[in-house]
């Protein structure tokens, strides 16, 4: 779950790097003619974290962010390609039964973890029990394995595990780059949920050096990483909240890649002083925006309502002036760029008179003419929450309090740490929060909307239950044919675009600044940036523009 996705704290850390490295850190040096063809091994890339990581622990990852570290330390069974297809990872074959339940891996035999340690069949299977122990609390990809065959899941040997599951799933096989297997000899003492939050042991390319909750995570490159070694030395997460700041560190040179906004795009994408130094990409990927309803709320309980409410978002207008065009408009859980997306679902329109009718009708009126709608002597107030650092974010919930304010219902704005954030919506605390949703490559929606799913088994924290919704998400995951599929995801999207658990808003292309002394970030068929392979796993920086080095390898107690 992102919000996504995140203070000036983040500033003065930046500026004790820059003297730890030994030289002025100023605008980020042009590209030289020098050689920028053939990659070169070594250096420290540092990258942004708009939020700190909640947990290092894979299985309890809850956020883009847990996962973007992850990915450097643990190696799924399966990863993406450039294009989106299952290419080998932590197993490098395997077979599928006839009747798709049965799915047989068999691991790199030189697969070992960064205690140096072999990664056994056991340890798979091991991550699997974690993953669907309810204590354990995987709401982020517990949903993918909840209808594991657990009795005819089976190591055959060392290298070679069964995964049997009591249904086939149309998704399942891309529901295995979810599963980022750690050692049972490690994970398997102590307290599983608090004591790796901060450590880790994985089958990745990258080990833990050190994390600092807060300020930052370093990773160092394994000598010993058994499938071919990514080209950079270390990699240095830093924590900046505030896009604004994370923006004038990339342009200083302090960090070297950050999401921007669409103001900046807008304003400095095209400035050729930048584009000498800073790579700018901008994409959709596999991601919305939209406003959360807490269903067990009393003010939201009545999907009318939630209707009108949402008919009070000003999309045109928000696109336009907050995006400058570099959004479309959402009428539902799929994107247009998806299969399952039905193109003859509007987009909710607005329409505060209409919103007014319809909150009237379902029972709120100004009865005492003070301006605010009341039903049973309580009048129509909410707290909404933003994520403390998105300017656009809070943009958007002020143009959407003052249309609200039009129709009688007073919204009061609440900006809050992402990470904090994230834990109130997940424990049903909130009454409403602006977020979004980073998707899978398949778009079975189970976890998020159906209605087994309220947390901590999976993320419906919208507490949505249809049993028309449920029906069509259960028969749209176990049915194989495509065709059928289609038909049936393009029902559900009518179905949840009536219903509107969410008020889908916006689908925001994402827009990055690189710099360029980091070499060869290509973009991936939805997944942007990240999180495929080989991803940043291939890039690479110039011997002459490694500028970060000192800066990652001195200790902490030597920075502060």
Known sequence: MTGVKRRSFAFSL?????LACGRREGAIPAAESLDDTTPQDGGTVVR????????????????????????YLFTPL???????RVVPALAEKWDVSADGRQYTFH?????????????????????????????SE???????????DVPNTRAIDDKT???AFKDAYASQLIRFNDLLVIPEHVYGKGDFRNDYASRAVGSGPYRLVRREPGREILLQRRDDYWLPKPHVERVLFKVIVDITTAWNAVKRGDIDETMITSDTWAMESRRPELQAGIDFHRFYGLNYNYIAWNGHSPLFADKRVRRALGMCVDLSSIINNLYHGTARAMSGPFTPDQWAYNPAVPVLPFDPVGARRILNDSGWFDRNGDGVLERDGKPFRFDFFVFAGSGTGLALAQVFQEELKKVGVTMN?????????????????YDAAYMAWDLEPDPDPFATLHSSQFPPRGQNFVFYSNPEADRLIEAGRRELDQGKRVKIYQQLHEVLAADQPYTWTIQVSSKWAVSKRVRNVKEGRGQGLFLWYPGEFDWWIRRDQRIHDGAAAAPAASRR
């Open 78 to 84: 399966v990863y993406f390609d450039q294009n989106l």
């Open 48 to 71: 942004r974290l708009d939020s700190d990581v909640a947990t290092l622990n894979p299985v309890l990852a809850t956020s883009v962010y847990d996962r973007r570290v992850d990915n």
């Open 413 to 429: 704005i609440v900006t809050l740490d992402p990470a904090l954030m994230i834990q109130r919506v997940l424990a049903g605390n």
């Open 138 to 148: 995987a709401a982020q990809i517990a949903s993918g394995f909840e209808r594991v």
């Open 161 to 163: 595990v069964v995964i």
């Open 14 to 18: 930046l500026l004790v790097v820059s």
């Open 107 to 135: 691991l790199n035999p030189k697969a070992t973890f960064s205690d140096g340690t072999r990664v056994l069949a056991s340890d798979v299977i091991f991550t699997l029990r974690k993953i669907i122990d309810p204590s």
